[in-house]
């Protein structure tokens, strides 16, 4: 089980670095997206990966001699919501960037740093 | 205990939504500041109770370590959360004057607050996850504060550090994930004795996974461009605080993570942080004397002071972190007044284009007594603060036959104050090209106090830690003492010697 989540974060990854490098802000947010959730998958994967484990066992019982780690999925939804509001923003300014800097393209947003005027 | 340790983060959040309930109001900016004075008040108790009693840990809703989150003081957090109170009284002071009303009913002090409540929770847990919540808390306050207003050259700059931002996010992330995988534990205090017994080689990785979230955030060469490409476009109280604190946390989180954590293997990543400490102080430097704007002169400066904290990290004596911690501090001072003496220049002569301003040396001799003393402890003069500070990390630096890399701190100060005078020469000493003196008096009274007093300050504090040295450098020896012997720290943390 291990490998196919390997093989899938290997896969996110490898889009999202692609889509990141392209000169377009809006796949960059894409691509940002995408590699926040092979981080999520990591971290889910090293609390182990278990099958038919049962969540919450009755009282007094032994629990399963094999279990998954509840707490990095915890982590995994603080990550979540954490990255959905992050993700909100990011939108939000590459829309703003849209509408006032008439461009998406990384390479003509020179307001900030304007190039320098050939001497 | 765990209140005192506490009430460093909840008073600036309380603050914060107390100051977001008021935003309509001119209330709001008096309550940010009293807000700061009261988080002032509880960090200098913090620091005499750390000095008197040693290391204090407090576990949060009573989970005993390492399950819960602690929240942890040592002599470095306390003097980071110290410092951090000082800039955000003196910042929302400033505040009073520098920013319009426009951006106060838009959350201009919530967001501040809420900023300061990120930068002193990452100096203050125990908790690698509970660092990237601070972290986020941080970061996504500083996002709305960059844009605040909304000019164009605002929501370029932010584009570009809010990409790179997130990258470092989720490196960090990551990096959280695989050594929890390998250890079972976040406590950064258990983490120190867990990691001996993970696979060496993989933490290495994780290390390396670290150093680049945290160089991202610090604005180490080569990850720093969305520094320059950002610091120069919001209010000037906002890049005040940005350039006192924010990179500052990644160095704190560094050094933190690189002493206590990822000592295992010195040779590889700390050789690899010496080399990044070299170049960071030369393209900084280098990058600043090709800048002809009063802020992004300074904002390249920023990257380039950052190299001499890493420096003294990847020395790894005592004698260097005794200078990193030193740096760490004055910088902070030093670097939050330059950027407010800028904003003084851009309201009194219209600009910090250094082509378009000037004279304010004769008609604002004031301004420009309190501009030498920050510039000149930046580049390292005696008797100001940064002398010892470079003194400190330079000597360090030559104990252990580091000829080349003391050589390129030395001369880096050297071209710091190439375009110290640059900025002098031509704000201060050269008349104005419009022929019109800028000076003080054409500010309001209340603007013009709420501006100079902060300034003042701050320079008074950087003049006090270059005359009167000795206090201080003893202070960051045994910070720098505890952070080389974790023992104290993990004791505090675990309640005993594992």
């Known amino acids: 089980m291990e490998f196919l989540f390997a093989i899938t974060i290997g896969v996110l990854v490898a889009a999202a670095v692609y889509l990141m490098l392209s000169n377009h802000l809006l796949r960059f947010i894409f691509g940002l997206v995408l590699i926040s959730n092979a981080a999520n998958l990591t971290i889910f994967v090293a609390g182990r990966l278990t099958d038919g484990a049962p969540p919450l066992i009755p009282e007094g019982a032994d629990a399963p001699a094999l279990a998954a780690n509840a707490l990095p999925q915890a982590l995994v939804l603080t990550a979540i919501v954490i990255g959905f509001g992050l993700f909100a923003f990011a939108i939000v300014l590459v829309f703003r960037a849209w509408t006032t800097l008439n461009s998406l393209t990384p390479d003509d947003m020179r307001l900030a740093e304007p190039e320098e005027a050939h001497k | 205990m765990s209140w005192l340790l506490a009430l460093p983060v909840v008073i600036p959040f309380l603050t914060a939504v107390l100051a977001f309930l008021t935003r309509q109001s001119p209330l709001g900016r008096w309550i940010s500041v009293a807000g700061s004075s009261v988080l002032l008040v509880a960090s200098i108790i913090l620091m005499a109770t750390v000095l008197r009693e040693g290391v204090i840990a407090g576990q949060m809703g009573n989970w005993p370590a ?33 920013v319009d009303e426009g951006m106060e009913r838009l959350g201009y ?46 929501i370029d700059g932010g584009v570009k ?12 992330l990551t990096g ?11 406590n950064m205090a258990d983490l120190a004795t867990a990691v001996d017994g993970a696979d060496q080689r993989l933490l290495t990785i994780v290390a390396v996974l670290f150093m680049i979230a945290f160089g991202v955030k610090a604005a180490v060469f080569p990850l720093f461009f969305w520094l320059p490409a950002s610091y120069h476009t919001p209010a000037f109280s906002v890049s005040a605080v940005f350039a006192g604190l924010l990179t500052k946390v990644g160095v704190y989180a560094l050094l933190r993570t690189f002493t206590l954590i990822f000592d295992h293997d010195t040779a590889f990543t700390h050789t690899i942080l010496l080399w990044v400490a070299g170049f960071t102080m030369v393209v900084g430097v280098l990058g600043a004397a090709a800048q002809s704007d009063m802020r992004k002169i300074l904002s390249f400066h920023i990257v380039s002071q950052i190299g001499y904290m890493i420096l003294g990290l990847a020395l790894l004596t005592p004698l260097a972190i005794v200078g990193a911690v030193f740096y760490l501090v004055h910088h902070i001072v030093v670097k939050a007044n330059l950027f407010l003496i800028a904003g003084v220049a851009q309201r009194i002569a219209g600009g910090t284009e250094l082509s378009r301003i000037g004279g304010l040396y004769k008609s604002a001799p004031l301004l420009a007594v309190l501009f030498v003393v920050p510039a000149f402890s930046l580049a390292g003069f005696p008797p100001l603060s940064g002398f010892w500070a470079k003194f400190l990390l330079v000597k360090a630096a030559l104990d252990v036959q580091g000829w080349i890399i003391a050589g390129i701190a030395l001369a880096v100060g050297l071209l710091t104050i190439y375009s110290m005078t640059k900025i002098w020469a031509q704000a201060f000493w050269e008349p104005h090209p419009d022929g019109v003196e800028p000076k003080l008096s054409s500010l309001s009274t209340r603007d013009r106090a709420a501006m100079l007093i902060p300034i003042a300050g701050l320079a008074v504090l950087t003049v006090v830690i270059g005359t009167m040295p000795e206090p201080f450098v003893q202070f960051a020896e045994a910070s720098a003492a505890q952070l080389l012997d974790p023992t104290a720290y993990i004791i505090a943390v675990l309640g005993e010697q594992p």
């Open chain 2, 161 to 172: 550090y809010v990409a790179l931002n997130l990258v470092s996010t989720i490196m960090f």
């Open chain 2, 66 to 98: 390492p399950f819960g989150i602690t929240l942890v003081a040592d002599l470095l957090s306390a003097v980071m959360v110290l410092i951090t109170a000082i800039v955000a009284v003196a910042v929302s002071i400033y505040a009073i004057a520098d």
């Open chain 2, 109 to 154: 002090h919530a967001l501040f607050n809420m900023l300061i409540a990120g930068v002193v929770g990452a100096f203050i847990t125990g908790d690698l996850f509970n660092l990237y919540v601070w972290f986020e808390v941080m970061l996504i306050a500083s996002f709305g504060l960059l844009v605040l207003g909304g000019r164009p050259e605002q």
């Open chain 2, 176 to 186: 959280i994930g695989l050594l929890y995988g390998m250890t079972g534990t976040l």
